[in-house]
């Protein structure tokens, strides 16, 4: 064991202080120069993340922007289409009434097509009865006027309840007072072919009931040998 008296003593623990306190400078110094590299990295890091923010939050107001301009785009699309579906709606709406009106006309065409032949066939029938009285006024003006010596005349009727052409019966040899006096019966044929008796002169009680026998049977000349009968017995009363 070294005594403390050495006098090498004191060099050698100085020296070994000196060993240390170097060594802990050179500790100091190796911590030192990693703090610095790490503070270095750590700010590069930093850098590097808030620049990834920065890119990251451009990007993101860029995609909202594009969602917005998308948004915009669908809202002007989806009312551009709701007006055409509309307009397309009222199309069809015009076209579904058009046909209906179509449809109508072609309803009417028909019925005013039917009336017509409606019409003519009850033309053709009224002028058929027509011909057949013509022949019967023919027939009965050729037995009375030759034989009884009546007389036919056509007049005009110019009041409200006799209008048209009328026929005039004008008999005479009725009363053995006064052969040339005349006796008249006035008549027509109405718009659906029916004889129609004006008047009588003198006036015959029994003219209605004579009208509705001659349209029931059509018969003129019997027609026109009643009247006769009537105004021969009302001249002997």
Same mark, same amino acid.
């Given at each position: ?70 948004? =915009?785009? $669908? ?13 397309? $709606? &009222? ?57 009884? &010596?009546?007389?036919? =005349? ?17 008999? =005479? ?7 040339? $006096? ?5 008549? &027509?044929?109405?718009?659906? &072919? ?38 021969? $017995?009302?001249?002997?009363?």
């Amino acid at each position: 064991m070294t005594s403390i008296t050495d006098p090498n003593m004191s060099d050698r623990f100085t020296n070994a202080m000196e060993e240390i306190h170097s060594k802990q400078l050179k500790s100091y110094g190796e911590i030192i120069d990693a703090t610095t590299e790490f503070c270095q990295s750590h700010r590069q890091f930093v850098k590097s993340a808030l620049d990834t923010c920065l890119k990251k939050c451009q990007d993101d107001e860029m995609l909202f922007e594009t969602i917005q301009t998308f948004k =915009r785009d $669908s809202q002007h699309r989806n009312a551009s289409l709701k007006e055409r579906q509309q307009a397309i $709606s &009222g199309m069809i709406s015009e076209i579904q009434q058009k046909e209906m009106q179509k449809d109508d006309i072609i309803q009417k065409i028909e019925k005013l097509k039917a009336e017509q032949a409606k019409r003519k066939d009850l033309i053709e029938s009224q002028h058929k009865a027509n011909k057949d009285r013509l022949k019967n006024l023919q027939k009965a003006r050729l037995v009375f006027q030759e034989h009884l &010596g009546m007389e036919i =005349r056509t007049i005009h009727g110019k009041t409200q309840l006799v209008k048209g052409e009328k026929l005039q019966f004008v008999f =005479r040899n009725i009363n053995p007072s006064d052969q040339d $006096s005349a006796y008249v019966v006035t008549m &027509g044929i109405k718009e659906d &072919g029916a004889y129609q008796i004006v008047s009588s002169d003198p006036v015959l009680e029994c003219l209605p009931a004579l009208e509705s026998r001659l349209q029931e049977t059509n018969n003129l000349p019997a027609f026109l040998a009643n009247i006769r009968k009537e105004f021969i $017995s009302q001249a002997r009363r």
